[in-house]
């Protein structure tokens, strides 16, 4: 694959970053995974703003504006001769203030119907960088996820050592109960995700009671069904979970249809106004 680097598209094994890069160094970088169809990235706005704002956050602003970065994508797209993509945005600095910019393009992979999830039990402080933003210091969720995928799940959830569920090494996880749906607070540390945003919003605007708190694990006792979400996979499913030595198991409730109809909805007619690259 073709990959973009610092303003140049070129061969994956071709691209280079020095030693001296501070994402190497100290993991003192930021990232953004971005769904692409039909040549656009997928609520690319909201995408954008969090990057941005995440490089103010950790004192590394990014001075590319929005509509560059868009063209950028639109070029590597072009390039791989790809329309549907996973796209991925790295930014770090080097110790001399410059910016590396990479960007990756990979096709998009096909989904399970249903998502299963496995305990990782990990101690954080909330309030801690390294979770709140997508920075490239993620070495615990690598290990979770690697781990994850070696026992047959696809995705490691993260319970902390209050017992508390907080999020999947690459999504938010939501509950639905017998009266309302349920999401951990912001407060303890998770990523604030686009696609949580994009559901917290069509909740709301749908009437579909919500609430933000701590959600313990005994949660699950009760819980209908449960799902996950992030840019790539949008709103999935989750059959099961394992925590230590017990199984939850969960069908699919008729909000969770309903929810990710609407979402998927929003898409298209993301697609349809207009924002989309038409590749040429």
């Not at 020095?18 to 169809?37: H, N, W």
């Not at 070495?139 to 781990?147: F, I, L, Q």
């Amino acid at each position: 694959m073709l990959v973009f680097l610092n303003g140049q598209i070129i061969k994956e094994e071709d691209a280079k970053i020095s030693i001296s890069d501070l994402s190497y160094q100290f993991g003192y970088g930021l990232f953004e995974t971005i769904k692409c169809e039909q040549g656009s990235p997928i609520f690319f706005e909201s995408h954008y703003k969090r990057l941005t704002h995440s490089a103010k956050e950790l004192n590394m602003p990014f001075p590319v504006e929005q509509e560059e970065v868009k063209k950028w994508i639109k070029d590597l797209l072009s390039a791989n001769k790809l329309t549907s993509a996973r796209i991925k945005i790295i930014i770090s600095k080097r110790i001399e203030e410059k910016f590396n910019v990479l960007i990756m393009a990979s096709p998009l992979e096909n989904l399970p119907a249903f998502y299963s999830l496995l305990e990782y039990v990990l101690s954080r402080d909330s309030n801690s960088v390294s979770f709140r933003h997508k920075t490239t210091s993620r070495a615990d969720s690598y290990v979770a996820y690697k781990k994850a995928l070696e026992q047959g799940f696809n995705d490691a959830l993260y319970v902390n050592e209050k017992n508390e569920l907080i999020e999947c090494t690459r999504a938010n996880v939501f509950l639905v109960m017998e009266d309302k749906i349920i999401t951990p607070l912001l407060e303890s540390g998770i990523l604030s995700g686009v696609t949580r945003s994009k559901i917290l919003d069509i909740t709301k605007a749908n009437n579909i009671q919500t609430e933000e708190k701590n959600v313990h694990s005994l949660y699950l006792n009760k819980a209908k069904s449960v799902f996950i979400t992030n840019a790539i996979i949008g709103l999935m499913p989750v059959s099961r979970i394992k925590l230590q030595d017990r199984e939850y198991n969960f069908s699919v409730d008729s909000r969770i249809t309903s929810l990710k109809n609407t979402y998927d909805g929003e898409i298209q007619e993301y697609l349809r106004s207009g924002k989309s690259l038409v590749l040429p």
